[in-house]
Structures are given as C-alpha cells and as structure tokens.
C-alpha cells in the first residue's frame, strides 16, 4: 500500500467524494498474502476515494499480531490512513437499533463489532470494502453500502 499522509477525517474540505471504510477481514487478508477479490479491490482504490480505518478495525487487526514488533509496523502502516472513532452515544443507540431490527427480522448478527461498524457506515454514508458473509444481510435489510 502506498504512504498517505495523515489527514484529519472529520474535515469537509480534505475529503473527498468516495470514502471507504475497509474492514479487518480485508486488512488480515492483505496482510497474510491472500490474493482475494476485497485485497485486489483494495490496491485499485484511487486518490479520488479516500480509504479510513475505523479504531475498532484497527483493534481487531491488531489484536492478532504476533509480537509487539509486528504490531507496530502495522499500527504504523494502518495510521498512515485518517483513523477515526466509529461509536458515539448517538451511533451506540443506533447500533442497538439496527441489531433489533435483524433480529425481527430473523437475522442473528454473529458479531456486535461488526453492526457497529455497519452503523457507523450507514451513518456516514461510507461504503465498506469486507470480505465477510456477515455484512450481507446488513447490506441487504439496513442500506449499508460496500464496494
């Protein structure tokens, strides 16, 4: 991945039109190698789609490195990208809201993280570049928007 500077993501005047939160199920692909769908559509984003990396992706990638070393490159390499809160009281309350609405509609959300990173999406008007069958129904029944 090529250096970006560190740009500040709340800003209206640095961002661009297209911005795309990419989730860790993508992250972790690139970073094992894996020659995926979501890995190539990551190396042909341009410069007019401005890629974020939410604190809690940035969690869940580096919960799983091997050492402190492999961390920190990786921290590095991910903070390069603007990184940004993805939950607030208003986004929390949403979140719950559209875990609610799954289950009435009979869909379980395997993993709290990700609803919260689908809220936050939705709320921003964010495409999401996954690689992960858990975002579907959520594309399908909330609107959220994917590459």
Request: one cysteine or more.
């Amino acid at each position: 991945m090529g250096r970006r500077s560190q740009r500040d993501a709340g800003g209206a005047s640095c961002r661009p039109a297209a911005v795309i939160v990419v989730d860790s199920s993508v992250w972790i692909a690139h970073l094992r190698g894996l020659d995926t769908a979501a890995v190539r559509k990551l190396f042909v984003i341009g410069d007019a789609e401005q890629i974020l990396v939410g604190d809690l992706v940035l969690f869940e990638v580096l919960q799983g490195t091997r050492s402190e070393a492999h961390a920190r490159r990786i921290e590095r390499d991910l903070t390069q990208f603007p990184v940004v809160r993805m939950l607030s009281l208003a986004l929390a309350v949403q979140a719950a809201r559209n875990y609610r609405r799954m289950r009435d509609l009979g869909v379980t959300v395997r993993k709290t993280i990700d609803i919260i990173i689908a809220t936050f999406c939705i709320a921003g008007r964010h495409r999401l570049l996954h690689d992960d069958r858990d975002f579907e129904p959520m594309t399908a029944y909330l609107g959220l928007r994917v590459v």
